[in-house]
């Protein structure tokens, strides 16, 4: 199984020969083998990348991002059907059961809460874990009172700071869009690869928003990349105000840090496909027993 993330921030030519990515750089060659890489960030937009190698990491169905002029992801290669069976699954996916969509929504709130909780516990950050806990305890199904959002906000606040929002142009946010972009793309891969479709979701419905499926199933997994970033950002020595090639290779390497799945550890990166083929499951057959969701594994 494909195990590699690969940034590649400088290159003049990028080539497939004999099943390797051949990465040119000036003088130096650098060679990957292709099997081993699951997710491709290119970073130089002086880069050439022959169409060759474009269409076999989209036959491969690796994930490959292209960041902008202030080092974000700003586009994916998205691949027009992967499986064999894409109209059958397609319909499936249109016919859903209404109370299998509300049940495994109200367990990604849970779980999601649950990983926010322990992310807040691990750093011993304890004062509202009080308030999480209830409002975890008297989560309704379908989150109809909108627990996942209360919390949410209690818990970035605790997390980075009383002055923290969302969205502000700063260092922590500008981490976390980058590790969400590069983990959301994953996840909006494999669900082509299974035969879905990435816009349809079950909680997500913004007609605008090509990936509202990925923004559902990506929820239960985003605590567990922020306290990878929150780890990253504590190890920081030096004032840095935005995103350096240093940084961005030590937030790609966060979807290699492991998780706990099924009572196994994995990759983060390889446990998104083994849950979203579990979730496809339970859709599909209603049946809650293949179900389990991905737990923070602390470090601290």
Same mark, same amino acid.
């Given at each position: 199984?494909?195990?590699?993330?690969?940034?590649?921030?400088k290159a003049t030519r990028i080539n497939?020969?004999?099943?390797?990515?051949?990465?040119?750089?000036?003088?130096?060659?650098?060679?990957?083998? $292709?099997?081993?890489?699951?997710?491709?960030?290119?970073?130089?937009?002086?880069?050439?990348?022959?169409?060759?190698?474009? +269409? &076999?990491? $989209?036959?491969?169905?690796? &994930?490959?991002?292209?960041?902008?002029?202030? =080092?974000?992801?700003?586009?994916?290669?998205?691949?027009?059907?992967? =499986?064999?069976?894409?109209?059958? *699954?397609?319909?499936?996916?249109?016919?859903? @059961?209404?109370? @299998?969509?509300?049940? $495994?929504?109200?367990?990604?709130?849970?779980? /999601?809460?649950?990983?926010?909780?322990?992310?807040?516990?691990?750093?011993?950050?304890?004062?509202?874990?009080?308030?999480?806990?209830?409002? !975890?305890? &008297?989560?309704?199904?379908?989150?109809?009172?909108?627990?996942?959002?209360?919390?949410?906000?209690?818990?970035?606040?605790?997390?980075?700071?009383?002055?923290? *929002?969302?969205?502000? +142009?700063?260092?922590?946010?500008?981490?976390?869009?980058?590790?969400?972009?590069?983990?959301?793309?994953?996840?909006?891969?494999?669900?082509?690869?299974?035969?879905? =479709?990435?816009?349809?979701?079950? =909680?997500?419905?913004?007609?605008?928003?090509?990936?509202?499926?990925?923004?559902?199933?990506? +929820?239960?997994?985003?605590?567990?990349?922020?306290?990878?970033?929150?780890?990253?950002?504590?190890?920081?020595?030096?004032?840095?105000?935005?995103?350096?090639?240093?940084?961005?290779? /030590?937030?790609?390497?966060?979807?290699?840090?492991?998780?706990?799945? /099924?009572?196994?550890?994995?990759?983060?990166?390889?446990?998104?496909?083994?849950?979203?083929?579990?979730?496809?499951?339970? !859709?599909?057959?209603?049946?809650?027993?293949?179900?389990?969701?991905?737990?923070?594994?602390?470090?601290?």
């Amino acid at each position: 199984m494909a195990f590699r993330s690969v940034l590649i921030e400088k290159a003049t030519r990028i080539n497939l020969d004999l099943n390797h990515v051949i990465i040119a750089c000036g003088e130096d060659t650098y060679s990957l083998f $292709l099997d081993e890489i699951s997710i491709l960030v290119i970073s130089d937009p002086r880069a050439y990348v022959s169409l060759r190698l474009l +269409e &076999t990491l $989209l036959e491969r169905g690796i &994930t490959v991002l292209f960041t902008n002029s202030s =080092h974000m992801p700003i586009g994916e290669l998205s691949s027009m059907c992967l =499986h064999s069976r894409g109209v059958k *699954r397609l319909k499936q996916q249109l016919t859903w @059961s209404q109370d @299998s969509i509300s049940y $495994l929504w109200t367990e990604i709130v849970r779980h /999601k809460i649950q990983n926010q909780r322990d992310v807040l516990d691990n750093l011993k950050k304890w004062d509202k874990l009080d308030k999480i806990n209830q409002l !975890l305890k &008297t989560l309704e199904e379908n989150d109809p009172t909108n627990h996942e959002g209360i919390v949410s906000r209690i818990y970035f606040r605790e997390l980075f700071g009383s002055s923290f *929002r969302r969205f502000q +142009e700063d260092l922590p946010n500008a981490c976390l869009n980058f590790i969400y972009q590069v983990l959301r793309s994953k996840i909006s891969q494999v669900i082509v690869c299974q035969g879905y =479709h990435p816009s349809l979701g079950i =909680h997500h419905y913004n007609e605008f928003n090509n990936y509202n499926l990925a923004d559902d199933l990506i +929820e239960v997994f985003r605590p567990i990349l922020d306290y990878y970033v929150f780890l990253l950002l504590a190890e920081e020595k030096e004032s840095v105000s935005f995103l350096t090639p240093l940084w961005k290779e /030590k937030l790609l390497d966060i979807v290699n840090r492991r998780v706990l799945y /099924k009572g196994k550890e994995y990759k983060i990166h390889t446990v998104a496909e083994f849950f979203l083929q579990d979730i496809f499951r339970f !859709l599909a057959t209603g049946d809650i027993s293949v179900l389990d969701f991905p737990k923070l594994i602390c470090i601290l």
